[in-house]
């Protein structure tokens, strides 16, 4: 039994777009609502669409930025001669 050829589609809906981006559909529509750089999408009556490309792209701005390391000892040991 052959299988049916998978479509690459550049628009996918919430649905397939919840299993390319392994995230739940209240968080893609909580990402539509954000007031600041929500994520693009289109609605056409009541079906909601993203562009697969737009959706790479606006989750590319959204890398965790690696936070500057903190001597902890150091604040520690600050700590503890300010109490003596």
Do not use: C
């Not at 919840?18 to 909580?30: C, G, I, K, Q």
């Not at 690696?66 to 001669?81: E, H």
Request: proline share 5%; glycine share 6%.
């Amino acid at each position: 039994m052959a299988s049916a050829p998978q479509i690459d589609r550049e628009w996918l809906g919430l649905r397939k777009l919840t299993a390319y981006a392994d995230v739940s559909e209240r968080t893609l529509r909580a990402w539509m609502r954000l007031a600041d750089n929500p994520l693009p999408a289109v609605q056409v009556g009541g079906k909601i669409l993203v562009r697969r490309s737009q959706f790479d792209s606006w989750l590319e701005q959204h890398r965790i930025r690696q936070l500057p390391s903190v001597d902890v000892d150091g604040i520690v040991a600050d700590l503890i001669g300010s109490s003596r």
